[in-house]
């Protein structure tokens, strides 16, 4: 990997800590991820910019749900939003 990419992809880099706790606390259904669900019963990610997985259909509603529960996710949203403190990260996520 080039240094001009590994500078890009880490201009901010987030707390690790932060990254576990709130990715935790969404395994565990303490916080759920933002965004809405249409007439049909299919769920949108409110940050759906930076999910990587394919768009909820009737047969897979949930699929944006799931992705916004995992690490990846809840780094991405920490690196997009530059945040700093659990309270930020839990408000963006």
Not at 15 to 41: C, M
Not at 52 to 68: A, D, E, G, K, L
């Amino acid at each position: 990997m080039s240094i001009k990419k590994q500078i890009k992809m880490r201009l901010f880099e987030c707390n690790e800590e932060i990254i576990d706790t709130v990715y935790k606390k969404l395994q565990s259904r303490e916080i759920h991820p933002s965004g809405s669900f249409d007439k049909a019963g299919r769920f949108i990610a409110e940050n759906s910019d930076i999910v990587t997985v394919r768009n909820p259909s009737r047969s897979w509603p949930f699929s944006h749900m799931i992705h916004c529960r995992t690490k990846k996710y809840v780094r991405r949203v920490c690196e997009k939003f530059q945040c700093e403190t659990l309270d930020e990260l839990i408000r963006h996520v």
